[in-house]
Nanobody, 122 residues
Framework: VQLQASGGGLVQAGGSLRLSCAASGRTYSNYVMGWFRQAPGKEREFVSAISWGSAGTYYADSVKGRFTISRDNAKNTVYLQMNSLKPEDTADYYC????????????????WGRGTQVTVSS
């Protein structure tokens, strides 16, 4: 599975961005998909995950109520709608695939895309 994330950019605090992650290769619809982020000098942290049928979603406490994850299996794409952005959301955002359960652990995912940078100015 190859993953390509896009949609990052520069936005003011309080603004919104929508990230997309397009998958290709093996059938991805059977996998849990996730988003992680990594700020400069910090470890990669979990943001959100979604089950293969979209019935289950999981969010980090820091983004709950502000971010929404969704997926369109027909388009092989997972999305992360980010609202009410804060400067502390600034990071490189990575999509991941291949988990079999909703998990916040990076080791649970087998496939990773390149990051897309999100910068939130105050």
């Amino acid at each position: 599975v190859q993953l390509q994330a896009s949609g990052g950019g520069l936005v003011q605090a309080g603004g919104s961005l929508r990230l997309s992650c397009a998958a290709s290769g093996r059938t991805y619809s059977n996998y849990v998909m996730g988003w992680f982020r990594q700020a400069p000098g910090k470890e990669r942290e979990f943001v959100s995950a979604i089950s293969w049928g979209s019935a289950g979603t999981y969010y980090a406490d820091s983004v709950k109520g502000r971010f929404t994850i969704s997926r369109d299996n027909a388009k092989n794409t997972v999305y992360l709608q980010m609202n009410s952005l804060k400067p502390e959301d600034t990071a490189d955002y990575y999509c991941a695939a291949g988990a079999v359960i909703l998990t916040s652990t990076p080791a649970g995912y087998n496939y990773w895309g390149r990051g897309t940078q999100v910068t939130v100015s105050s």
